[in-house]
């Protein structure tokens, strides 16, 4: 079956209030409790053990990260002139003639 919100609200909530449950992957998911006692407490009667089938570790997370900042750089809007325009520079640009140096003295 699985890792789940359900089943980690059923396997975990006999330990304490459980008021956030995040499952970004399957078969991994992160659980928030009320007091702190109550994650230790889980944390330690669970790490390594089997339920339903499921062999369970359990570790200590640190904060959650914040949402990174998107660089400028990163942030593209167009419109379809301006990408017609690009392109249509694009295919119009030529590289500049290389200079040449004469190689006679002037005198």
Known sequence: QGLNKGWSAKAFGDFGHIYQIETPKP????????????????????DGKSIEGQSITVSWA?????????????????????????QAARANYRPPSPVRRSSRSRG
Request: aromatic share 6%.
């Open 27 to 46: 078969n991994l998911a992160f659980l928030a409790f009320a007091e702190k006692v109550d994650a230790m407490d889980a944390l330690s009667s669970i």
């Open 62 to 86: 640190g904060p959650k990260p914040q949402n990174r900042p998107v660089r400028e750089s990163q942030v593209l809007t167009s419109t379809k002139f301006e990408r017609e325009d690009i």
